[in-house]
T-cell receptor, first 113, second 114 residues
Framework: AQSVTQLDSHVSVSEGTPVLLRCNYS??????LFWYVQHPNKGLQLLLK??????LVKGINGFEAEFKKSETSFHLTKPSVHMSDAAEYFC???????????FGTGTLLAVQP | DGGITQSPKYLFRKEGQNVTLSCEQN?????MYWYRQDPGQGLRLIYY???????QKGDIAEGYSVSREKKESFPLTVTSAQKNPTAFYLC?????????????FGPGTRLTVT
């Protein structure tokens, strides 16, 4: 069975500093992995996706993630965060032929001025 | 503009009443999904449909029903049998049910049942 674990429920950083949001996955075969962002009371927006092409994936708003098979990780990073990045971030793995998304429990990112 | 619309944004109902949440997409996507979001639990799949006139139960389908009579529309009914209906409900769609296609989400409906 496929699963995803987000290692931090809350992360707080200062504006202009880098951020790392951690995600580990479990999959019996080569997975497709996504990061979504959700601002308060809004729907989810796709930040980036990995589908077995380049292991370093660049997304929108300066975010990127690196797929590391040996570590079963897909951590999300940004070199310099803005106040507008404050939101909840979900790591997601796709499970099987139904395109069923399996969500992590989310990481709430707070950005301090 | 292409996208997914959900209405209403906020919905209030009395316990024991059925309520239907709307989801419409103009992306020409074949597959549509309903999720429920509760604090600290991520999103959980309620129902999904990969093609018109066909749908399958997700992980938490009890107390919910859906229909897919048109490609663009996938309404969700929260019945009185759902024991804990207060939640944020998100609709999504994807090009097809294939494994590599990301899902696009609507803005959500927050349902409060008292």
């Amino acid at each position: 069975a496929q699963s995803v674990t987000q290692l931090d429920s809350h992360v707080s950083v200062s504006e202009g500093t880098p951020v790392l949001l951690r995600c580990n996955y479990s999959s019996s075969y080569s997975p497709s992995l996504f990061w979504y962002v959700q601002h308060p009371n809004k729907g989810l927006q796709l930040l980036l996706k990995y589908t077995s092409a380049a292991t370093l994936v660049k997304g929108i708003n300066g975010f990127e993630a690196e797929f590391k098979k040996s570590e079963t990780s897909f951590h999300l990073t940004k070199p310099s965060v803005h106040m507008s990045d404050a939101a909840e971030y979900f790591c997601v793995v796709i499970g099987g032929a139904t395109n069923k998304l399996i969500f992590g429990t989310g990481t709430l990112l707070a950005v301090q001025p | 503009d292409g996208g997914i619309t959900q209405s209403p944004k906020y919905l209030f109902r009395k316990e024991g009443q059925n309520v239907t949440l709307s989801c419409e997409q103009n992306l020409n996507h074949d597959a549509m999904y309903w999720y429920r979001q509760d604090p600290g639990q991520g999103l959980r799949l309620i129902y999904y449909s990969q093609i018109v006139n066909d749908f399958q139960k997700g992980d938490i389908a009890e107390g919910y029903s859906v229909s897919r009579e048109k490609k663009e529309s996938f309404p969700l009914t929260v019945t009185s049998a759902q024991k804990n209906p207060t939640a944020f409900y998100l609709c999504a769609s994807s090009i097809s049910g294939g494994e590599h296609y990301e899902q696009y989400f609507g803005p959500g409906t927050r349902l409060t049942v008292t």
